[in-house]
């Protein structure tokens, strides 16, 4: 039998690839061929600076209905919410998916772009580095 974390990993993962889809038919019917979101933090807190489309005449104004996975249910539940908002959420959730905690410490940043046409997604990250240099003399 699979653990109770397992089973709403699998919901996560299935809400994610219905969701996926419905926000790339989303932005093509909006006219958008890209759109990218950047972010940065550090010092333990971060999110989205700036959200770029193209062509600028695109929109990202207009509601979606996407799938949620909750903890304590089997199904998953449908929600509306604004484009835009889903969107830094989805982005929001590919960074922490494979750069949990980005924003601790020195942090980092990045931009999540979706490719309307080819319809991927990517996560381009960088993390900030403190460099030390140490040297020691004995006379």
């Given at each position: 039998m699979p653990s109770e974390y397992a089973g709403y990993e699998a919901r996560e993962r299935s809400a994610f690839a219905q969701n996926r889809e419905t926000l790339f038919t989303a932005l093509a019917m909006q006219g958008c061929q890209k759109v990218t979101v950047d972010y940065e933090g550090s010092s333990?807190?971060?999110?989205?600076?700036?959200?770029?489309?193209?062509?600028?005449?695109?929109?990202?104004?207009?509601?979606?209905?996407?799938?949620?996975?909750?903890?304590?249910?089997?199904?998953?539940?449908?929600?509306?919410?604004?484009?835009?908002?889903?969107?830094?959420?989805?982005?929001?959730?590919?960074?922490?998916?494979?750069?949990?905690?980005?924003?601790?410490?020195?942090?980092?940043?990045?931009?999540?772009?979706?490719?309307?046409?080819g319809k991927s997604i990517s996560v381009e990250h960088y993390d900030y580095i403190e460099h030390r240099e140490y040297s020691s003399h004995t006379y």
């Open positions: 333990d807190s971060g999110g989205i600076e700036d959200i770029r489309i193209e062509p600028a005449t695109a929109s990202l104004e207009r509601e979606v209905s996407i799938l949620e996975a909750q903890w304590n249910q089997e199904t998953l539940s449908k929600r509306t919410a604004p484009l835009k908002e889903v969107l830094e959420a989805t982005a929001m959730h590919l960074v922490c998916r494979e750069h949990d905690g980005w924003e601790n410490c020195s942090g980092g940043g990045g931009e999540v772009t979706w490719d309307v046409a």
